[in-house]
């Protein structure tokens, strides 16, 4: 049960913290393919942001299926702390 992760991401930086990585991953569980997208956004959105101080908010932008496995791409927006 392998997930897999596309290292391409798309990044829309309007600077601070109006920041927006779209990313996806692809198992054979639609759950693990969700939990991977996440991962992988979020892993992506820290990147660029560094270690500033954010809340993440994940939106499902697309699934598809691709040779057998579902395929799910996540978009993940920083927000500002509560």
């Keep these: 049960m392998k997930k897999s992760f596309d290292q ?3 990044v ?4 601070k913290l109006n ?17 991977g ?6 892993f992506h959105l820290r990147s660029i942001l560094g270690n500033q101080n954010h809340r993440t908010k994940f939106k499902e932008v697309n ?6 496995k579902i395929c799910v791409e996540m978009a993940a927006a920083a927000l500002p702390p509560l």
């Design 19 to 35: 920041v927006i990585v779209k990313s996806q991953a692809c198992a054979l569980i639609a759950k693990k393919a969700i939990s």
């Design 8 to 10: 391409h991401y798309k």
């Design 37 to 42: 997208a996440k991962k992988n956004a979020e």
């Design 12 to 15: 829309l930086d309007r600077g």
């Design 63 to 68: 699934r598809y299926n691709n040779r057998g």
